[in-house]
């Protein structure tokens, strides 16, 4: 076994793994460029809902900045919307109000 293990990871009041707060080395180094998606379904009300969601989160985001992409039963869609990430705690608490959305299917 090797002595080089890595120590444990460190974690908030909430245990959320904060060992990736600004670290260079994982491409998260705040503030940053975002790319938020949430997917459900392919209806013009499920982007106007994500969109004003998460804008209560980034007053900055622009409607004309989110992206779509259906499904290819065109059933469901993604919605990408392109965030500043201000810390890790800002895209939990974005994430989470996202997955906490009835019509949310998955998040990435």
Same mark, same amino acid.
Request: aromatic fraction near 6%; include cysteine.
């Given at each position: 076994?090797?002595?080089?293990?890595?120590?444990? =990871?460190?974690?908030?009041?909430?245990?959320?793994?904060?060992?990736?707060?600004?670290? /260079?080395?994982?491409?998260?180094?705040?503030?940053?460029?975002?790319?938020? /998606?949430?997917?459900?379904?392919?209806?013009?009300?499920?982007?106007?809902?994500?969109?004003?969601?998460? /804008?209560?989160?980034? =007053?900055?985001?622009?409607?004309?900045?989110?992206?779509?992409?259906?499904?290819?039963?065109?059933?469901?869609?993604?919605?990408? &919307? =392109?965030? /500043?990430?201000?810390?890790?705690?800002?895209?939990?608490?974005?994430?989470?109000?996202?997955?906490?959305?009835?019509?949310?299917?998955?998040? &990435?």
């Amino acid at each position: 076994m090797s002595d080089d293990k890595k120590p444990a =990871p460190a974690n908030n009041q909430q245990g959320v793994d904060t060992s990736l707060d600004d670290n /260079k080395e994982h491409g998260l180094n705040f503030p940053c460029d975002y790319p938020v /998606k949430a997917m459900g379904p392919n209806t013009e009300a499920f982007v106007t809902e994500m969109f004003d969601l998460v /804008k209560k989160h980034c =007053p900055d985001l622009k409607r004309e900045d989110i992206t779509t992409r259906a499904s290819g039963s065109a059933t469901y869609q993604s919605v990408t &919307l =392109p965030v /500043k990430a201000e810390s890790r705690d800002h895209l939990i608490g974005i994430y989470q109000d996202l997955k906490n959305h009835k019509d949310v299917k998955w998040t &990435l």
